[in-house]
Structure formats: C-alpha cells, structure tokens
C-alpha cells in the first residue's frame, strides 16, 4: 500500500496511490482510516511530505564505500544524527541553496517510516515497528559540515530532507538499488545490502537512545557518489520498488 499527503485547492488531505491514481482517505495512516469516493490525478495535486516527522534520524557513513570517499574512517557503530522536522520537502518541491553555503551535496537514501511508539525494543523485534519506506536526500552543505566537522547546520537548512513520494507498506529492502540522477545523469548507484548496519540493528540501537514516535524518519545512509548540486539542477532519487523523488534546485532569497 502507498500512502501520501497532497493539497488540492490549498486543502491538504492524505490518499492512497494506487493504478496511477490517488484515493482520498480519511483518518490517520497508523489507525483506522476511511477511503472515500475521491479520486485525484498526480496532475491535480501537490505532493506534500508525506508525514510530519518529530525528527529526522540519519545514520552517517553507513556504506563503507561512501565513508572512504570523504576520507572517514568506517564506523564501528551507528554514526547519527538529528534532522528538525522544518527541514522536510516533499517529491517536485524546491531544494533552496542556502547563500551561507558554496558547496551542496545530495545524499540518495533509503528512509524508513517509524509506525507505532518505539523504545528500547530489540533487534529481534524492531520490525514490528515499522510502518513503510520512502525515497530520501539527505541534502548537506559540504563545505560547512567540513569547516565545522559537524553535522547539524548543514543538514538542517529549511527544504534539505526531500522525501517520498509516498511510503510504501508492502517492501523488501535487503538488495534493493539505490540511485541518484542529476539533470538526468547517474550520480550515485548503490544497493542497500551494502549497508554496514541493518535496519532492524539500528532501529533497535536508535530506539535504546531516544524514543521513536509514529511518523518519524530513520535515514539509513547514502552510497558512494555523492556531489555538488547547482542551482537550476533536477536531481532525482531513485530505489527500486519505491518510485522516483524528484526536487528542483533553485535560490534561496
């Protein structure tokens, strides 16, 4: 099942995508829910983020060939760290390049949707607790995060998490491809059982730190290729099984 949210005439509503079209439903995604009679077009919509995150939690480094192309060394445990909830984007928004900045880079990523109240849960039953998967970037200044060797101000501009299109319920991702294309080139292509640590490790791992509320984002890392985006730049992020992210890069004022 594919859920998403979408305004249509500046009311914002909540659907399922399903055969090319979106089903208006009422109610909330993680409870009971109601599917209506209306029926929409992806022409007559605007996508929204596709739920409301406390927070972003993003793993760092979690494919040993992207540590090395930034010279780290490979994590010997989860590397995280916070997004704010004000960073979310949705699929055909504007990722706005900061003017603080002179290098942005996208990070294609596959994100995982926390579906219930999570904490201190195992390993064994991390699972349970997941409600879907989505495409995510993982937008960073570069130069900043390099000037500071820090990871929060550049991450966490206005627009720098972009993600869905919508969330996928019904998904393996244990080999699934990850992409990114920039103006229509391959930047990065990867496959997520290349990751170091796997998603029911880190959910576990994150949840034994801080509690995870439904509808928050648990990025999971970025492979190998990531690079600088310039304004006027289409960049798309791509996982097999899960559609294709698409963001315009454009200034900030």
Avoid: W
């Amino acid at each position: 099942m594919k859920f998403l949210r979408f305004s249509k005439d500046k009311v914002e509503m909540k659907g399922i995508y399903e055969d090319g079209k979106i089903k208006r439903i009422i109610g909330s995604f993680f409870d009971n829910y109601t599917v209506t009679d209306e029926i929409y077009s992806e022409d007559e919509v605007i996508f929204l983020p596709p739920v409301i995150p406390s927070k972003f939690v993003c793993v760092g480094r979690n494919y040993a060939e992207h540590a090395k192309e930034l010279g780290n060394e490979v994590p010997t445990e989860p590397l995280i760290f916070l997004k704010p909830s004000t960073a979310a984007n949705s699929h055909k928004g504007d990722i706005l390049y900061p003017p603080m900045s002179n290098k942005v880079d996208h990070e294609a990523e596959l994100a995982v949707v926390i579906g219930k109240k999570c904490s201190q849960v195992s390993e064994k039953d991390a699972m349970k607790y997941v409600f879907g998967y989505t495409c995510l970037n993982d937008i960073t200044a570069r130069d900043i995060q390099k000037k500071e060797n820090k990871f929060t101000r550049a991450k966490s501009f206005d627009t720098f998490a972009p993600f869905g299109p919508f969330i996928e319920t019904e998904f393996n991702y244990e080999n699934v491809g990850v992409r990114c294309r920039v103006n229509g080139e391959i930047r990065q292509d990867g496959n997520t059982k290349d990751m170091i640590f796997k998603i029911p490790f880190l959910i576990s791992f994150i949840s034994n730190i801080m509690t995870l509320l439904p509808g928050d984002v648990i990025a999971t890392g970025t492979p190998s290729g990531v690079g600088g985006l310039n304004i006027g730049d289409t960049v798309e992020i791509e996982i097999d099984g899960l559609g294709k992210l698409v963001n315009y890069v454009k200034a900030r004022n």
